[in-house]
């Protein structure tokens, strides 16, 4: 609040002086002071007009409808939201039509009109992928963050009126955005061969596509001390170069689709069908997909033979506190009654996530679990979920349990060759003295898999040996240490013995 405040005093220039006017009105109402955030605004409004800014009066009425929703005037919000829309007029600034589109579903479904909240949403879902296909790789991991309760909120009105085929759409849209967040922490390299560099081009093309929209919409996704109070081109000038840039961005594109088929899987993804992910399961199969919302948490059953979507009763804040509690009691070094402290909520998970499956009867005769996270999903050992009340009962006891970051990432991968009877294992422990389990790990494993298993230990699970031997072969274990970057993905890192 503090900061914003100092924005909005400082600008000298109509234009930042708006924008600093939006995020003080957010930073108020934020803080209680719905009266203060108002006046803000109407003061902004002026700004604005005076400035002829279609767009910044659409962000600012957006503003204003959040806070008469917020203080409960609905009707007023929905009018003002609507009117967000009408300014807008259908340009084409998803930064600032997803928000309209998902303030206003809010409101339609206080007000109790479900079919029309979901059509905002699906617009909003809509212009937020527009908008992400124009962010920079390095900027799309944070442009997405805090917007998936927006496919959430969709996803759990499909589960509402048992929508499976359109809950599941929704969750693999989202998980394919996040893929490419994924990629956001550096540029992905290019395949051997590749004479006109399409992977560089369109990376470059998205960075200035992103840069000039910033310029010419001044999106509210960067903070005020970081816009220019004035630019070198006109509105005009910028407009031209952004479509020059957006049609040259579209014939890259048709050359990645015809000439690299797995990056362009990766740019534009295409989500699969219920019926594809099941014509790959077999019958002791089945594939769970977890979508976790505010409130309540979707999960897509699919079987070789059937599909259905819950709704489990157990939103994100209690899901995480479950998560990190189970997590931390687990790697508590456990004495006296500090034995049993994990237990617990491993049986809650497992009653919250697993037992509304197995009360519809989905898991009768199934053998192997494929489960597709979400959020902090992630971080939970579904393994170690205990499935009985009196004893210490394992689900792993009871499946075979695998982990996939999307149906349509499973289906890739599942295209892949299968591995050949008897395939050769790697197995590495290189802190064999530091985590003396590992040694008999891989040493146990080597016995289980593989005719001619390579097996190294210590000093010789070197990086550089790794490397030369994992490519042939079909089953890698790795019983190390590891760290995973939360907010940069490709920054994680596993630990090898020194050397190369």
Request: charged share 25%.
């Amino acid at each position: 609040l503090s900061r914003a405040r100092e924005e909005f005093n400082s600008a000298g220039h109509l234009r930042p002086r708006a924008i600093a006017g939006l995020y003080l009105a957010f930073a108020l109402n934020q803080s209680g002071d719905v009266d203060a955030a108002r006046t803000v605004l109407r003061e902004s409004m002026q700004e604005a007009e005076a400035l002829d800014d279609p767009v910044m009066s659409a962000a600012l009425l957006g503003m204003q409808a959040d806070i008469e929703s917020r203080a409960g005037m609905l009707t007023a919000s929905d009018s003002l939201y609507r009117r967000a829309l009408a300014v807008l007029n259908d340009r084409d600034v998803p930064e600032v039509s997803w928000r309209l589109h998902a303030g206003r579903a809010e409101v339609l479904a206080a007000r109790g009109r479900p079919a029309a909240a979901e059509a905002e949403l699906e617009l909003a879902v809509a212009a937020i992928e527009a908008a992400a296909a124009g962010a920079a790789f390095h900027r799309r991991g944070s442009f997405l963050l805090d917007k998936w309760q927006v496919y959430a909120r969709l996803a759990a009105m499909q589960a509402a009126r048992d929508d499976t085929p359109g809950a599941f759409d929704t969750s693999e849209r989202l998980r394919a955005g996040r893929t490419l967040a994924t990629l956001a922490g550096g540029r992905t390299g290019q395949p051997p061969g590749d004479s006109s560099q399409l992977r560089a081009r369109e990376q470059d093309l998205r960075r200035s596509m992103a840069d000039l929209s910033a310029r010419l919409y001044a999106t509210a996704d960067l903070p005020p001390s970081l816009r220019e109070p004035a630019v070198a081109l006109s509105a005009a000038d910028l407009e031209s170069e952004l479509h020059r840039i957006q049609a040259e961005y579209g014939q890259v594109l048709e050359l990645i689709r015809q000439a690299d088929t797995e990056y362009a899987e990766l740019v534009t993804p295409e989500t699969p069908s219920l019926e594809l992910v099941a014509a790959r399961l077999a019958p002791d199969e089945i594939f769970v997909e977890y979508l976790v919302g505010e409130i309540s948490t979707v999960a897509v059953v699919i079987t070789a033979n059937a599909s259905d979507v819950l709704t489990l009763d157990i939103g994100r804040e209690r899901l995480a506190d479950l998560v990190f509690f189970a997590r931390d009691a687990i790697e508590r070094e456990r004495t006296g009654s500090d034995a049993d402290l994990w237990a617990a909520p491993l049986r809650r998970l497992y009653a919250e996530l697993i037992g509304p499956i197995v009360g519809a009867g989905w898991l009768a005769g199934k053998t192997r679990l494929v489960v597709a996270p979400h959020a902090e999903l992630h971080y939970l050992p579904f393994q170690a979920l205990i499935t009985d009340r009196e004893r210490l009962s394992f689900l792993v006891e009871d499946l075979a349990i695998a982990y996939a970051p999307s149906a349509s990432v499973w289906l890739r991968l599942a295209d892949r060759s299968r591995s050949r009877e008897g395939a050769e294992l790697l197995a590495l422990a290189p802190r064999s003295e530091d985590l003396p389990g590992s040694d008999y790990e891989v040493r146990a494993i080597t016995n289980l898999l593989g005719q001619d298993p390579t097996l190294l230990v210590g000093r010789d699970a070197t990086e550089q040996a790794f490397r030369q031997a994992a490519g042939n072969s079909d089953v890698l274990h790795l019983a190390t240490y590891g760290s995973m970057n939360r907010q940069t993905p490709l920054f994680s890192w596993l630990d090898f013995a020194p050397g190369g």
